[in-house]
């Protein structure tokens, strides 16, 4: 069984800063993707980033490009995400995800993911 957990999230005002971090269970944590995903009240869950087993490949969703930073310490079986100018509409829970499937390249969408954390609150005040 493969366990995540999510922490570093909180209460932060607009244009600040909060680094989410996620720590793996599993040994075998540099054989996956790692991805991070996002849902606010009353709407679906959305892709926000995500990053191959080395590191080498990452991708961002739209709305963060530029903003948030993936990243990862095989090491520390943990994988980050750097949440800089954060704004009202980065409200959400956020949740780190593994897929074992495909380590090379990491999925944009929910259903690529076989392991889910139980994610962690983000809430951005104007």
């Known amino acids: 069984q493969v366990q995540l957990v999510e922490s570093g999230g909180g209460l932060v005002q607009a244009g600040g800063s909060l680094r989410l971090s996620c720590v793996v269970s599993?040994?075998?944590?540099?054989?996956?993707?790692m991805g991070w995903f996002r849902q606010a009240p009353g709407k679906e869950r959305e892709f926000v980033a995500a990053?191959?087993?080395?590191?080498?490949?990452?991708f961002y969703a739209d709305s963060v490009k530029g903003r948030f930073t993936i990243s990862r310490d095989n090491a520390k079986n943990t994988v980050y995400l750097q949440m800089n100018s954060l704004k009202p509409e980065d409200t959400a829970v956020y949740y780190c995800?593994?897929?074992?499937?495909?380590?090379?390249?990491?999925?944009?969408?929910?259903?690529?993911?076989?392991?889910w954390g139980q994610g962690t609150q983000v809430t951005v005040s104007s």
């Open positions: 995800a593994a897929d074992l499937n495909y380590p090379s390249v990491p999925s944009v969408v929910a259903p690529g993911y076989e392991y």
């Open positions: 599993r040994r075998t944590f540099s054989s996956y993707a």
């Open positions: 990053i191959s087993w080395s590191g080498s490949i990452t």
